[in-house]
T-cell receptor
Framework: NAGVTQTPKFQVLKTGQSMTLQCAQD?????MSWYRQDPGMGLRLIHY???????DQGEVPNGYNVSRSTTEDFPLRLLSAAPSQTSVYFC?????????????FGPGTRLTVT | AQSVTQLDSQVPVFEEAPVELRCNYS??????LFWYVQYPNQGLQLLLK??????LVKGINGFEAEFNKSQTSFHLRKPSVHISDTAEYFC??????????FGAGTRLAVHP
């Protein structure tokens, strides 16, 4: 199993450009999430999905779109990049289940917006 | 609303000394608590989790944490640290559908 994979590892964008961060998992997990990590703020939830075709907003959704057409993939789209979106982005996946199950994190994408 | 407070942003410690990283939480529903570790330039790895049962939870790499409901705390401890434990540690609470609410992180620096 590759686990959770993310591409690209690094990206530099100019203000106003758009791009898609890719996330894929091969563990047949129902739940997938996107977080951003900023110094001194921990990780904050951007969007999450509880299954194919179902997505919802997290704590900091503005400026980001998601869709989930398959169980495996959960791409994150930046429609018009802003310097405030400079961050490290992590995708995570987990099984559904009673209580809370372990989330598995990808290696991250480091994004710089100039 | 749920929240997590990590009381120390940085903890310096000498090798082979004990360490405690402090975490307090706020939650009005059933509490599921986690500690994750992030080594430099890597993703997050689960150290341990509390879902129910025994309040003392043992994790990987010799770490353990104690769930204290009356003090709303979930402090992480290790009796003897190694240089390789240098990393950032995150406490988190589950917010339903496995959504995690993270603390700001504690940077553990182990010195020889």
């Amino acid at each position: 199993n590759a686990g959770v994979t993310q591409t690209p590892k690094f990206q530099v964008l100019k203000t106003g450009q758009s791009m898609t961060l890719q996330c894929a998992q091969d563990m047949n997990h129902e739940y997938m999430s996107w977080y951003r990590q900023d110094p001194g703020m921990g990780l904050r939830l951007i969007h999450y999905s509880v299954g194919a075709g179902i997505t919802d907003q997290g704590e900091v959704p503005n400026g980001y779109n998601v869709s989930r057409s398959t169980t495996e993939d959960f791409p994150l789209r930046l429609l018009s990049a802003a310097p405030s979106q400079t961050s490290v982005y992590f995708c995570a996946s987990s099984y559904s289940g009673e209580g809370a199950t372990t989330q598995y994190f990808g290696p991250g994408t480091r994004l710089t917006v100039t | 609303a749920q929240s997590v407070t990590q009381l120390d942003s940085q903890v310096p410690v000498f090798e082979e000394a004990p360490v405690e990283l402090r975490c307090n939480y706020s939650s009005s529903v059933s509490v599921y608590l986690f500690w994750y570790v992030q080594y430099p330039n890597q993703g997050l790895q689960l150290l341990l989790k509390y879902l129910s049962g025994s309040t003392l939870v043992k994790g990987i790499n010799g770490f353990e944490a104690e769930f204290n409901k009356s003090q709303t705390s979930f402090h992480l401890r290790k009796p003897s640290v190694h240089i390789s434990d240098t990393a950032e540690y995150f406490c988190a609470v589950s917010g339903g559908y496995n959504k995690l609410i993270f603390g700001a992180g504690t940077r553990l620096a182990v010195h020889p």
